[in-house]
């Protein structure tokens, strides 16, 4: 399996790795398939992502695509943060192969979670 080059970079240097204590919200979600589990927390201000933090137990995709999204999120209005889908995640990791892709889904699934919290509580 090979993978490109960014990829390769977010998983060796992965941005936003932690968790954030007291975050505004939170989730845990384990792909039902492959198993890889990605936590992801925010703290949010004025409607924007002032913190973003993201842990992944899983393979090389599922890591890199954890720190694209948090990427993808911090200090971000949470309106531009809704619109982010799996094909941006894929294509801003210069793309992933079949036995990869499952990795946007997770982040999808996690981002989703911590959406759906916000506005709850919002």
Known sequence: MS???QVLDHFEHPRNLGEIEKPDASAKIEHPVCGDIMQLSVRVAE???????FRTRGCV????????????MKGKPLAQIR??????????????DNASIHATHLAMDVLTSVLGQLSKAG
């Open 83 to 96: 619109k982010i889908r799996r094909e941006q995640i894929a294509e801003a990791l210069g793309g992933l």
């Open 3 to 5: 993978y490109s080059e």
């Open 61 to 72: 995709a599922s890591i890199a695509a954890g720190s694209c999204l948090t990427e993808m």
């Open 47 to 53: 409607d924007r992502v002032e913190e973003v933090r």
